[in-house]
């Protein structure tokens, strides 16, 4: 599994929040299926179809087993599932990884693989992270 540590991530539309995911998570485009190349698929569609879950999946599963015990990602992740009314961390990662709270959440996961001691409540990734809650309406927990 490799993680674009480097990656700066800066998007305006859901076309350009795909293309990050997709270099984030290390992704290829895969081949549709032949059948498909009758239908006339717009943009969004195809690239639903060409979607590679196995590297999304690696991506997460990387993500959880490096935060999985630090209790600053363990508050976002807890704020996050709220928002779907759920108390599992994990769907609370999903969030993160979501159009709404990537670009925060990379900032913050990637401090945290760079200065795991230094990182604290006070770390401004981590804070960003806290904000965005609070500017979407999510601030209740």
């Not at 709220?82 to 994990?90: F, Q, T, V």
């Not at 990734?125 to 209740?140: C, I, M, P, W």
């Amino acid at each position: 599994m490799s993680y674009n540590f480097n990656m700066k991530i800066n998007y305006e539309t859901n076309e350009e929040y795909r293309q990050y995911f997709r270099e984030l998570c290390g992704m290829t485009n895969f081949l549709l299926d032949p059948s498909m190349n009758t239908l006339e698929l717009d943009e969004e569609t195809l690239d639903e179809q060409q979607f590679d879950m196995d590297a999304a999946s690696k991506t997460m599963d990387y993500i959880w087993e490096s935060t999985k015990k630090n209790s600053l990602f363990q508050r976002i992740y807890s704020k996050a599932a709220a928002i779907m009314l759920s108390d599992n961390n994990e769907i609370g990662l999903a969030i993160m990884i979501s159009y709404d709270y990537l670009d925060v959440f990379h900032k913050c996961f990637v401090e945290f693989m760079r200065e795991p001691l230094l990182f604290d409540e006070n770390n401004i990734a981590y804070l960003a992270v806290l904000e965005r809650f609070t500017k979407l309406g999510y601030n209740r927990t």
